[in-house]
Nanobody, 118 residues
């Protein structure tokens, strides 16, 4: 397993969750790591991405100001801090790794469910 995500769960609207993803092997050697999500009945959508150096981040407009992506190089771990959660944030969240920001998803983790109740 090259990307192992965890941290999902059930939370009320307005609450917070932090997702984690441990990277290994080829995924760890990619330049960019990030998060995508897939809501029921919808296609997977980009959420956020960051370089392992931490100098560049990018967010989807729908999560700007609420979500923060970060990484810990020593632990080979990617994080997604999610605050002010909304019911529309309900989805399976996947961590990814890729060569560039234009394609940050050469590798996919197994997904972790986030459910936000109203």
């Amino acid at each position: 397993v090259q990307l192992q995500a965890s941290g999902g769960g059930l939370v009320q609207a307005g609450g917070s969750l932090r997702l984690s993803c441990v990277a290994s092997g080829r995924a760890r050697r990619m330049y960019v790591v990030g998060w995508f999500r897939q809501a029921p009945g919808k296609s997977r959508m980009f959420v956020a991405a960051i370089t392992w150096s931490g100098d560049v981040t990018y967010y989807a407009d729908s999560v700007k100001g609420r979500f923060t992506i970060s990484r810990d190089n020593a632990e080979n771990t990617l994080y997604l801090q999610m605050n002010s959660l909304k019911p529309e944030d309900t989805a399976v969240y996947y961590c990814t790794a890729g060569a560039t920001f234009s394609r940050p998803n050469d590798y996919w983790g197994q997904g972790t469910q986030v459910t936000v109740s109203s």
